[in-house]
């Protein structure tokens, strides 16, 4: 069971490389993935392109057949409506889903789909891997928020809106003058600082402090130094 939710996660980390909320979907028939899918919503530019919904479409066409009564579908969020009547009506035999949906969730988080109608011989059941799941939702949209306090993505790069300010750590205040462009950010120290300071860090990029020039990955940037006023951070995020 964990097997294929570990696939599922798989699937769900392409679906965030890309941009979509990662949910990541496998249909499992005979002990066998026969579909693989993930959410390509922002990708696709469609609102029912959901993990689910694609992934249904692919083993119906590789098994020439619209019933999936023999098959499990394995995602690692709670399936919203669309998805949940997607799943009834290939009259799938079992879901196992990871992280419930307190807020869209249609098989027991928000409604329950699958025991509202008699005829439904779907058998549900989630919080498998549930931590893992649910982290791999908590990570995406705290990098999000992040994201959209800092920069937001343009056609051919990142225009920086704004820069949350820096946390310190073992210092005092670090105050700041902010200049950027398209993909690049430069911070001016207003006054002498001593300490070390936390950046977000929306995505990977080259980081210049002290002439050194070195990359910095996506989560958050310290840097520990004596800096004194008018010192500057250069920071480029990498284009995608
Ligand atoms: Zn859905």
Known sequence: MNKFMQEALKE?????LAGDIPVGCVIVKDGEIIARS???REAKKAPTAHAECIAIERAAKALHDWRLSDCDLY????????CAGAIINARMRR?????????YGAAGGKIDLF???SGVKTCVLGGIMEKECEKTMEDFFLALRQRKE?????????RITAYRDAEVKDGEEAVFSVSCNESSISLCFQKAFLGEIILPMPQSAYVTVKGEKQKAAEGELKIKGNFSNQERINIEFEKN
């Not at 769900?12 to 965030?16: V, Y």
């Not at 995602?75 to 669309?82: G, I, Q, R, S």
Request: charged share 30%; hydrophobic share 30%.
């Open 38 to 40: 993930y959410n390509e």
């Open 150 to 158: 800092i920069a937001e993505k343009t056609e051919d790069g990142y």
């Open 95 to 103: 879901v196992y889903f990871g992280a419930y949906d307190g807020e």
């Open 115 to 117: 025991t509202e109608f």
């Open 75 to 82: 995602v690692n969020l709670e399936p919203c409506a669309m």
């Open 12 to 16: 769900a980390e392409k679906a965030r």
